[in-house]
């Protein structure tokens, strides 16, 4: 059959659909492609051992953008900027290669049965041999041969990730403690230290900021930075022949500035940068930090394509990690201690109250007034509206770790301490909106197949993270 599907001729007419969801194929850039080497030499990485050749991966990426036509449609063209098809071709060879492990198959009749479904190769409920040929052809750029192969792959890794959930099951409890979380509201008052306003009262003297230099270098040290030299094609206005005898020409001559302005081409410096921050001058950009963690000061990169450019760039520096001198960066160090000291005051504020509170409860729990404790420690005090697992609370942040802790507490309970990056906190519950019993009930057996999805491919991503650790990206 899968012969037959890739014999038959096409027909001559074009779906008007096709001008909605056309688009343009994926350009690579290897340094074997650019110099005209042999189409697949060279290598992207390892897994499991094993070296993956620039033309798998390759094949792996137009597999992941295939996925992402048939998930999207006619919202791929807005949709492929988002998507990090990069990493998900990575994720899709090492997936596939641990099924290889465990020998899982398809069968022709399998594969044949799955893409005769596809309802968009189907007409009037029928496979339609002709649409197939067309869509390959027009929307997904693909030959027939690799397309099937592609979804034999995705029906490989179907079998693997059924392989490796199917033992995951929920009980009841975990099923009514999930739908609590999203569905149970409370209320709290609540006492709060919050460092910054602790921070007005500190004013340190030079010599304490020296000793607290001195004891914290590492605080201060500068991650290992970059400062490129670069050029910016536009691709509209650069063909690949171009693009390659600009990029040879740069390695050729070797002064930069020189040959750029021999080629009417204005250069820019970045400056120096961290290798986690984003490049000055292009932004965000993990395929250039890749390359150039691997390159030497004074070394070229391959041209990279990114947006509506080609970049063609020069490591100019490659500044090692090191700590300033206390004088480069005193107003950073004075931050610092600032920062350090008020969190100490207000922790030894808070926990000042707790102690009192817990010697109150002893003697009489119903004796508890968050807001007459607050009072007299000093410390802020407040109360919530309703809210829910996994919103936001005015004026204090994330709910979830406060609907946790209020979670188990009873009526007269106040909390331990609480600490967010904004301060520290002590709860009472204020009030509850349970959740409706008999909804539940109703709910329970659609919610408890979403949840289970979700554990499923919760347990699937850490498989997925663990195969990684044995595999090496270039």
Known sequence: MLKKLRNKKTSKRILIVLAVIIIPAFAFWG??????????????????GRSVSILDYKDAVDA????????????FSQMKDSLNLDSEAWDRLVILAEAKKRKITVSDKELTSFIRDYPFFQNNGRFDEGLYAELLQFVFQTPARNFEEQTRQNLIISKLYKEVTKDIKLEDRQIMEEYRKINEGLSLTYIAAIPAEFAKDIEPKENELKEYYKGNPLQFKQPLSYNLDYVALAKENTSSEKLKEIFISFKKEGNFSKTAQALGLETKETGLFAEN????GIGWAPQILGL?????????????????????????EKKDPY????????????????????KQAAKEKISACLNRLKSQSQQDPRSINLEQSARESALKYGNTDVFKYGSYIEGIGASDIFWTAAEGLKNNDFSGII????????IKVKSRSPIDEKKFENEKAKFSEMLLLQKKQENFYKFLEELKTKSQKF
Not at 31 to 48: Q, R, W
Not at 66 to 74: S, V
Not at 323 to 342: L, N
């Open 31 to 48: 340094f074997s492609s650019m110099l005209g080497g042999p189409e697949g030499s060279g290598y992207v990485g390892k897994i499991s």
């Open 64 to 75: 992941v953008k295939n996925m992402a036509l048939i998930q999207y449609g006619d919202n």
């Open 277 to 280: 921050d984003p490049i000055p």
């Open 292 to 316: 150039i963690a691997k390159s030497k000061a004074g070394e070229y990169l391959n041209p990279v394509e990114m947006d509506k450019y080609y970049y063609i760039l020069r490591v100019r």
């Open 323 to 342: 700590i300033p001198e206390f004088s480069a960066i005193e107003d950073k160090v004075k931050a610092a201690y600032i920062a350090d000291r008020s």
């Open 419 to 426: 600490e967010t990056p904004g301060g520290f906190y002590i």
